[in-house]
């Protein structure tokens, strides 16, 4: 009797929810790999309100600046999303949410706009309309997600704003495989250079990927539990 009371009882503590974890690893991490570029948008607006000289429009200046402030604050708040234990606090994530969607479109629209009207040398375009590529499929992820979260579709949304901050955040993906590419063989010209740029998009994009992957795996876990427990 004793024995078929704690199997009636094992159940209940199935039930039991674990604490969600801080994610402290996971944003610092991407902390650190959004330094570098972030420090590099702080030296390149310190340039532009200094008068450096550019002979860029003033329109491609503005641009410019957009793009740094918001990549900036879209980067490092857009950290803290991925904390388990701050998304379970939903007026502080809907709260931070109202203030990344926006940057973000601010961030993916300007980096359109300076790679249509690149005005660099002839030898960097490449590179710019590699660039054009992925902020125009960033600009698409942010859609979807806003789709997806009017509609409540809770999942959708948070694997389509993942794979926008992929691409955001590639810029210090991309000073890693500069770094592991030009320090045992050399310095790259400006094709060489487009395509390890290009090569550092798709390793955040699989790197994406491979986490929605991963949280629809525990998703479907739990419901799978949950039915065992109520059959």
């Known amino acids: 009797m004793s024995q078929q009371m704690k199997a009636t009882r094992r159940p209940t503590s199935v039930r039991r929810r674990a604490r969600p974890k801080s994610g402290w690893p996971a944003i610092t991490g991407l902390l650190l790999l959004s330094a570098l570029p972030v420090l590099g948008g702080v030296l390149r607006l310190g340039e532009v309100g200094a008068g450096s000289g550019d002979p860029s429009p003033p329109a491609s200046t503005v641009a410019l600046v957009v793009h740094i402030v918001s990549m900036t604050v879209y980067c490092v708040l857009g950290a803290f999303q991925f904390s388990p234990a701050l998304r379970a606090r939903r007026r502080w994530h809907r709260s931070a949410g109202r203030v990344l969607v926006p940057a973000a479109f601010l961030a993916a629209l300007s980096a359109v706009w300076l790679a249509v009207f690149f005005g660099g040398p002839p030898d960097e375009l490449a590179l710019a309309m590699i660039r054009l590529v992925f902020a125009t499929a960033m600009t698409v992820f942010l ?56 090569v550092a998009f798709v390793i955040n994009s699989l790197v994406a990927e491979l986490l929605i992957r991963r949280r629809t795996g525990r998703r479907m876990s739990r419901v799978t539990d949950g039915s065992a427990l109520v059959s």
């Open 143 to 198: 859609v979807r997600a806003v789709i997806a979260i009017r509609r409540r579709d809770f999942p959708a949304h948070g694997a389509w704003m993942t794979r926008a901050y992929a691409i955001a955040i590639s810029g210090g993906t991309q000073a890693l495989v500069f770094a592991s590419w030009t320090i045992p063989l050399g310095e790259v010209d400006a094709f060489g250079e487009a395509w390890l740029v290009a």
